[in-house]
């Protein structure tokens, strides 16, 4: 009798340390319910605008292919990845929001959409040139850090959210805290230290929602993904080996049965 006791003490609390994680805080926006949101009036888009230390790249074509060598000293490819080490080119926005391009040297970028920028470079280079049509687009990168590593996400668009960002996170963990995650962000000489609720529908109406180039994205580890989830962990160690022990005993009081 006193040996069934001591199974079910130790089935118990495994059964306690494995599973005493609340559903809601697993899963993403969980209070959220079908429907439909007018993106043209939510209040968490804001138009990613040029500005020091984001790295640019513009693309130009024209039929001159002379032309096109040139003014593309970075080529079409501004990028060469392997893993979390990449090369980097492309402009880079100086401190004083300007970019210094063939020909035209400075131009000041800073406060413009993409679109205007393209539009301003094309307008002064219409004064030697004829028939170009330029393409900017950004080329920053997200920096995450979890319990388990950290790495970089490029930014692909100019509304790149935090879930995209997340499902693109290769070492994140399912018990990570998800109501508790930082985003630091630098933006006009200022640094902006925020907290955004992943649980909760409300990610949808942050400022946050939708991240920018150079944006830090910390999603800290909870007691479970840190200690007994984590393949390294010695507590987990342990439960593997009062299983083992558990398992071990009842087979040989089943034997001798």
Request: a positive charge.
């Amino acid at each position: 009798m006193n040996n069934h006791r001591i199974y079910l003490i130790i089935f118990v609390l495994l059964s306690f340390l494995t599973s005493c994680v609340s559903r809601k805080k697993l899963y993403y926006f969980n209070d959220q319910v079908p429907g439909i949101q007018q993106l043209s009036s939510s209040k968490n888009y804001n138009t990613h605008l040029v500005k020091p230390n984001d790295r640019l790249h513009i693309l130009v074509t024209s039929p001159d292919p002379s032309i096109i060598t040139y003014l593309n000293p970075y080529g079409s490819i501004n990028n060469v990845s392997t893993n979390n080490n990449r090369v980097k080119s492309g402009y880079l926005v100086n401190l004083d929001g300007a970019i210094d391009f063939p020909i035209l040297g400075k131009v000041n970028l800073a406060g413009l959409t993409t679109d205007e920028s393209a539009t301003l470079l094309k307008e002064k280079l219409s004064y030697y040139y004829k028939d170009l049509f330029i393409n900017v687009s950004f080329d920053g990168e997200i920096n995450y850090l979890t319990g388990k590593g950290g790495g970089l996400v490029q930014v692909e668009n100019e509304r790149l959210t935090i879930f995209e960002v997340i499902s693109k996170m290769p070492n994140i963990d399912p018990y990570d805290y998800k109501n508790d995650v930082w985003i630091i962000r630098e933006d006009s000489g200022k640094r902006y230290f925020a907290k955004v609720n992943l649980n909760s529908k409300k990610i949808f109406e942050s400022e946050y929602y939708y991240l920018k180039s150079n944006d830090f994205l910390y999603i800290k580890p909870s007691r479970y993904s840190a200690n007994i989830f984590n393949t390294a962990s010695p507590i987990k160690g342990l439960i593997t080996m009062f299983g083992s022990i558990l398992a071990l005993l009842l087979t040989i009081k089943s034997i001798k049965l």
